[in-house]
C-alpha cells in the first residue's frame, strides 16, 4: 500500500475541493544565539479514521501499537511528497513573500497514539540560511483544500531561545470550516476551487524588534 501519500497526494485534485483529511497543527520555531529563525517543526495530528485507514497493511510486534521505526517507512514516503508542495508551508519575511528557504527535512517521523488512536507526523524544516525578520509571516494550508489544517487550541505554537521581545500571534480568517454549517455546498468539482485552500490557512505571525 502506498499509505498517507496516496490519499493526500494522489487524490488530492480539484474534484475533491472540500476536507476529506482533518489535521491538528502544532509548531515550533526555533531560533539561534544572534535572534536569526534556523528551523521550524511541524507536529501534525491526523483525525482517527484518516490514522485507521492510513495504518492499513502495516504490521506491529505489539498489537494496537506502533513505534517510530514501524512507522519510519511511512513517515518517509509522505515527506518525500509533500516536497512537491513545498511542505504546504508559505512564509513571508517582513512583508516579501519568500520561497525556497528550507532544505530537505532529514529529521522527520511518525507517532501513534494508542489512546486516541490518532498518528502525528512530525517533521523539521531547517532553513538554507538563517534569516532575522521583524515580521515573519507563516501559513499552512492544502491549496486544493482536501486537507484542513487547524490550528492547536491549547498551545498551537512555540518559539524556542527566540529574542525574549519576540511575540507570536495565530488567527484563521476562514473560521474552522469543518464546523461550519453547510460549508461543503460550497464547492464543486471545478477547477475554480484550486487555491481554495488559502481562504482557510492556519496564519502564525511572529513580530519581533
Not at 518525500?80 to 529529521?107: C, H, I, M
Request: hydrophobic residues 40%; proline residues 6%; glycine residues 6%.
Amino acid at each position: 500500500m502506498a499509505g498517507l501519500a496516496v490519499c493526500l497526494f494522489t487524490l488530492a485534485s480539484p474534484a475533491f475541493a472540500h476536507p476529506h483529511v482533518w489535521v491538528t497543527i502544532k509548531e515550533e520555531f526555533t531560533y539561534g544565539p544572534n535572534g536569526e529563525l534556523l528551523s521550524v517543526h511541524h507536529a501534525w495530528t491526523f483525525d482517527d479514521m484518516f490514522s485507521a485507514y492510513a495504518l492499513q497493511g502495516l504490521t506491529a510486534k505489539t498489537k494496537g501499537q506502533f513505534t517510530r521505526d514501524e512507522l519510519q517507512s511511512l513517515a518517509k514516503l509522505n515527506v518525500e511528497s509533500l516536497k512537491e508542495d513545498g511542505y504546504y508551508t508559505y512564509a513571508w519575511v517582513d512583508g516579501q513573500k519568500r520561497s525556497n528557504l528550507f532544505d530537505d527535512p532529514t529529521d522527520y517521523w511518525f507517532d501513534y497514539n494508542a489512546a486516541t488512536s490518532e498518528l502525528t507526523l512530525n517533521v523539521t524544516l531547517r532553513l538554507k540560511s538563517p534569516i532575522s525578520a521583524k515580521q515573519l509571516a507563516v501559513e499552512i494550508y492544502d491549496p486544493v483544500y482536501f486537507v484542513d489544517f487547524g490550528l492547536d487550541r491549547d498551545k498551537p505554537v512555540e518559539l524556542v531561545t527566540a529574542p525574549p521581545q519576540c511575540a507570536v500571534s495565530t488567527t484563521r480568517p476562514g473560521g474552522s470550516p469543518s464546523y461550519v454549517a453547510g460549508v461543503n455546498q460550497l464547492f464543486t468539482a471545478s477547477d475554480a476551487n484550486v487555491g481554495m485552500g488559502s481562504n482557510f490557512a492556519s496564519k502564525i505571525l511572529v513580530q519581533c524588534p
